[in-house]
């Protein structure tokens, strides 16, 4: 019954029932057949084995229901599987129970800021998981996930399967699959397939003329299925120079810095990072402080790696200036005077630059093993951008409020990483990272 899949169908399905391969991404173009792949692989293992526990998830439960269960729903008619005969659909627990007993859950798998670590998934025990439309979920999602998989695996010989689709993004899965993909240095457990719209014998010719009449960006992500579509040309931070920055753990050391981002809001984090060089060692992220927790954290970083006061800066806009009164340490004025007159609209747009050509010309390195906290930094950082760039003004880069319009919250980690240039621009007049 599964004649209907196409050749790359085929071997993400070999992927799935070896006993080596735990995770696979079918990623790429739009109309590549990829909901059509894992509605088939889940409704394989249902009808296979009894009693089995499998999760669709999705981003939005309610986009999951107007997709990915429409695409379950063609699957299982074009397999001749009827509902209330061979399965049913209670769409109040979301769940679809098959006649041997297996089960589907349907599951909304977004980040809500009540439920940060996902303890809504605790309690769930799986045999296997496929997420569609992984892009738009948070690795940690998809990590909670993958330790949820151990459900009736032994009795039924099979081992933890992951299967993950998507259109091209620029966020964990090019880092995790794509990117290793590429350079040949994937792990043995995880696999990637490009998926095309030419893959998919059964899409109609009217839907890829409808993908040409798209604009040029998302032509490149969703037609041709380009990994390495290049979003805005007014961007300052190349996006693998960000990603390799994380893995720039060979660059040389140095002088030894605090910087940190102080909390205004509710919502806004405290991030204090400790400099040895330009090498960015240690991160420390605060939800909720006052100054003087603030002002705590940062002396005993300080006493721990006997970093100069004269070495510290923390923004002094808001409640940041009550921390460096506190300290007696820099305070960061991100609207002042770019520091030796030089072309830009404040320091704080000075930095930024200065903080792209750095990353840019791999000077810097990030040492980050809090998965949601890298996640941050990536996104910040991609949120670099000129403003009026074209035009004959001083340099600078998209406010504040532009870029939490963007990602929904303040871009704290970066702005902490960008004080650290303060002190690469200030040395007599040498731009040293140069």
């Known amino acids: 019954m599964i004649a209907t899949l196409t050749s790359k169908q085929w071997l ?56 990915t269960l429409n695409t379950f729903f063609d699957v299982c008619s074009q397999w001749n599987i009827k509902a209330n005969v061979h399965y049913k659909y209670n769409a109040s627990s979301n769940i679809i129970t098959f006649y041997n007993g297996s089960e589907v859950i349907l599951k909304d798998l977004f980040q809500y800021p009540s439920d940060r670590n996902f303890d809504s998934l605790g309690s769930l025990e799986l045999t296997a998981a496929f997420i569609d439309e992984c892009n738009q979920i948070t690795e940690k ?117 605090i910087t940190a981002d102080i909390a205004r809001f509710g919502k806004d984090k405290t991030v204090i990072i400790y400099w040895n060089g330009l090498r960015a060692e240690y991160i420390k992220a605060l939800d909720k402080n006052t100054i003087t927790q603030a002002a705590d954290e940062i002396r005993a970083i300080q006493r721990l790696h006997s970093v100069p ?12 200036g009550g921390v460096k009164d506190i300290l007696r340490c820099k305070g960061f004025v991100n609207n002042s005077k770019a520091l030796k007159n030089e072309n830009y609209t404040n320091l704080k747009t000075q930095c930024y630059y200065a903080l792209s050509d750095a990353l840019n010309k791999s000077k810097i390195y990030i040492n980050c093993n809090n998965v949601t906290h890298k996640n941050f930094i990536i996104e910040e950082l991609e949120q670099v951008r000129r403003k009026n760039f074209d035009k ?10 532009e870029v939490k319009n963007s990602i929904n919250r303040s871009p704290d980690f970066s702005d902490a990483l960008a004080m650290r240039m303060y002190y690469e621009i200030k040395p007599q007049g040498v731009y040293a990272v140069q």
């Open 309 to 320: 006061l004269g070495n510290i800066i923390v923004d002094d806009d808001g409640v940041g």
């Open 12 to 67: 993400a399905l070999e992927y799935l029932t070896d006993k080596t391969t735990t995770q696979v991404l079918y990623g790429g173009a739009a109309g590549g057949g990829k909901s059509f792949l894992g509605c088939a692989w889940i409704i394989t293992l249902c009808t296979q084995y009894d009693n089995i526990r499998c999760l669709i998830g999705r981003s939005k439960l309610d986009n999951l229901k107007k997709t």
């Open 392 to 401: 004959d003004t001083k340099l600078q880069i998209v406010s504040k409020d």
């Open 141 to 257: 999602a998809k990590q909670i996930v993958s330790s949820r998989i151990r459900y009736k695996l032994d009795e039924n010989d099979i081992i933890p399967k992951i299967l993950l689709t998507c259109n091209p993004s620029k966020n964990w899965v090019y880092n995790n699959f794509y990117k290793p993909h590429k350079e040949n240095r994937l792990p043995v457990y995880s696999k990637f397939i490009q998926s095309l719209v030419t893959d998919n014998k059964h899409i109609s010719k009217h839907y890829k003329e409808q993908l040409e009449k798209l604009d040029y960006i998302s032509k490149q992500r969703l037609l041709y299925g380009n990994w390495e579509y290049d979003d805005s040309e007014d961007k300052l931070i190349n996006y693998n120079a960000i990603l390799g920055s994380f893995e720039l753990d060979d660059a040389p050391s140095g002088k030894k810095y």
